[in-house]
């Protein structure tokens, strides 16, 4: 699990590795990821957005940009969490993920950034 926290908002990241399939003539390699957002600020907060980098080890980028998470907008108000789970496709069994959610602070009205740490998707085959 890796975890950071930017201006009282703590995100923990776990990952799991699902398999591989066969899609378009090629292979792939699907991985989840469960994201526990914790309020640790003494304001309540709304997540508006998200921005992903995902990265594999054939050297692929692909950026990703959407409102909410797994089509929600979760309020936290102070002490409360929401955990939701996601997954993506590498085109290797190595691979990362960073990025960031863009916030709203109720009490200043200002937008703001937490950051996701950079979180390691990688195949329990691929490893020695």
């Known amino acids: 699990m890796v975890s950071q926290i930017t201006r009282g908002i703590k995100i ?20 989840s990821y469960e994201i526990t ?3 640790h600020s003494k304001d309540s907060v709304q997540l508006i957005s998200r921005h992903w980098e995902i990265f594999d080890s ?3 980028r692909e ?9 929600k907008k979760p309020v936290l108000r102070p002490g409360e969490s929401h955990t939701y789970n996601s997954g993506c496709l ?4 190595y691979g990362a993920m960073k990025g960031f ?15 996701v740490p950079t979180f390691r998707l990688c195949a329990p085959f691929a490893l020695n």
């Not at 923990?12 to 991985?31: C, D, P, Q, R």
């Not at 959610?101 to 950051?115: A, G, Q, S, Y």
Request: charged share 15%; aromatic share 16%; hydrophobic share 40%.
């Open 12 to 31: 923990s990241v776990l990952t799991s590795f699902e398999g591989t399939y066969f899609k378009n003539y090629k292979i792939h390699f699907a991985f």
């Open 37 to 39: 957002i914790e309020n």
């Open 58 to 60: 054939l050297n692929n």
């Open 63 to 71: 950026i990703v940009d959407g409102e909410g998470v797994i089509g």
């Open 90 to 93: 590498l085109s290797s069994p």
């Open 101 to 115: 959610f863009n916030m709203v602070n109720f009490t200043t009205t200002k937008t703001f950034k937490v950051i």
